[in-house]
């Protein structure tokens, strides 16, 4: 299953959604990458492993990151 960002939202699986907030921005990062993507896209599975990935989402100057180490589920990240 994957999670792309787009413009006015996001894609699941194919389907598209908009951001309940306009203004709303993701962007998609990996372990070792400098700069995100800002139009990234997250691997949800069907696999018990994945990669370590990272999402921010930002609005009004707020952020809030989610990231996996690829074993454990998608939680707030504490640290950048």
Do not use: C, I, K
Request: hydrophobic letters at 35%.
């Amino acid at each position: 299953v994957r999670w792309q960002a787009t413009h006015q939202g996001f894609e699941l699986a194919g389907r598209p959604y908009t951001w309940l907030a306009d203004g709303t921005q993701a962007r998609v990062t990996t372990p070792g990458e400098v700069v995100g993507n800002t139009m990234g896209t997250l691997t949800l599975g069907p696999e018990p492993m994945m990669a370590p990935q990272r999402l921010t989402l930002s609005l009004q100057g707020r952020t809030l990151t989610l990231a996996t180490d690829g074993l454990h589920p998608f939680s707030v990240a504490t640290q950048p």
